[in-house]
């Protein structure tokens, strides 16, 4: 069983800055393709940023600019570092991760933590 812890959650002005941090744990062989998701009420879950095992990175056009994904597989943790926020950043955030286990690759979520950007 595989769990990710999310912090960094909060509110914050617009033009400020959040850093949004995933540790994943139990039965963890390594990690594949990691990501950050976001979902604002009454919108469909969307890609922010991705980064996979040997580090190629995917942001979101929204964001390109702003984010900065970051990872540490030796610790299993991922970041988000998230700069000159705008009020239409508000949303929850999800980690997501690839873990290999048994040979085979599981996919699994955060509970998500809450960003809201006030202007």
């Known amino acids: 069983q595989v769990q990710l812890v999310e912090s960094g959650g909060g509110l914050v002005q617009a033009g400020g800055s959040l850093r949004l941090s995933c540790a994943a744990s139990?039965?963890?062989?390594?990690?594949?393709?990691m990501g950050w998701y976001r979902q604002a009420p009454g919108k469909q879950r969307d890609m922010v940023a991705r980064?996979?095992?040997?580090?190629?990175?995917d942001y979101a056009d929204s964001v390109k600019g702003r984010f900065s994904i970051s990872r540490d597989n030796a610790k299993n943790t991922m970041s988000l570092q998230m700069n000159s926020l705008k009020p239409e950043d508000t949303a929850v955030y999800y980690c997501?991760?690839?873990?290999?286990?048994?040979?085979?690759?599981?996919?699994?979520w955060g509970q998500g933590t809450q960003v809201t950007v006030s202007s």
């Open positions: 980064i996979s095992r040997d580090g190629r990175t």
């Open positions: 997501y991760v690839r873990v290999v286990r048994q040979l085979n690759e599981y996919p699994y």
């Open positions: 139990g039965s963890i062989f390594s990690m594949n393709d």
